[in-house]
C-alpha cells in the first residue's frame, strides 16, 4: 500500500500543477483531436486532461521505483 501511495500522490500533485499551467497557456475551446476541434465541455476537457497527466504521472513514479530496485529485489526467486 505504500508504494502506491509513493506513486499516486506525488503524480497526483504533479497533474494539478501541469494542468493549471498547461490551461493557462492553452485555450480548452481551441483544443483539436486528429484534425477535428473537441466539443467537449470544460469540464470534461479539465478532467480528461487532470487525469491524462496524472497517467503520466504515475508512470514516471512507477518507472522511478522500478529502477530503484537492487540487484538482490530482482534475482530473488518467487
Keep these: ?6 506513486v499516486l500522490w506525488p503524480s497526483f500533485l504533479v497533474a494539478g500543477l501541469a494542468e493549471a499551467v498547461f490551461f493557462a497557456v492553452i485555450d480548452p475551446q481551441e483544443l ?5 476541434p473537441v466539443h467537449y465541455s470544460l469540464t470534461a476537457t479539465y478532467s480528461v486532461g487532470f487525469f491524462g497527466f ?9 518507472l522511478t521505483l522500478f529502477f530503484q530496485r537492487s540487484a538482490a529485489d530482482i534475482n530473488r526467486k518467487a
Design 1 to 6: 500500500m505504500l508504494k502506491w501511495i509513493q
Design 32 to 36: 483539436y483531436l486528429f484534425g477535428e
Design 54 to 62: 496524472w497517467l503520466v504521472g504515475a508512470a514516471s513514479s512507477l
